[in-house]
């Protein structure tokens, strides 16, 4: 078992910078792939961005590339968003997702385990 716990989120002006911290529990957590996904209101759950177990590899959304920088402290069991340059169009609850199906196309699993979320809003 693995239990997700986000921080990180509040409210930006855009142009602004936050970094997201997603806490994991569970002794499995530093073998898996993680990833950030994020919903708006009236809207789906969409991907941002995933990391390799080992954080050597790394995928984004077209939407957050050269803004969005994930990364992963294994010792500390602990994956990070640095999100800078922030827009209105980023505003969302952020979820933090592990063990999932790594490679250019993220997939989750049956098995995937989720965070209960961390709102972010960017203001114009």
């Known amino acids: 078992q693995v239990q997700l716990v986000e921080s990180g989120g509040g409210l930006v002006q855009a142009g602004g910078s936050l970094r997201l911290s997603c806490a994991a529990s569970?002794?499995?957590?530093?073998?898996?792939?993680v990833g950030w996904f994020r919903q708006a209101p009236g809207k789906e759950r969409k991907f941002v961005s995933a990391?390799?177990?080992?954080?050597?590899?790394?995928y984004y959304a077209d939407s957050v590339k050269g803004r969005f920088t994930i990364s992963r402290d294994n010792a500390k069991n602990t994956v990070y968003l640095q999100m800078n340059s922030l827009k209105p169009e980023d505003t969302a609850v952020y979820y933090c997702?592990?063990?999932?199906?790594?490679?250019?196309?993220?997939?989750?699993?049956?098995?995937?385990?989720w965070g209960q979320g961390t709102q972010v809003t960017v203001s114009s």
């Open positions: 997702a592990a063990d999932l199906v790594f490679g250019p196309h993220i997939r989750i699993k049956d098995s995937t385990y």
């Open positions: 569970g002794r499995t957590f530093s073998s898996l792939a």
């Open positions: 990391i390799s177990w080992s954080g050597g590899s790394t």
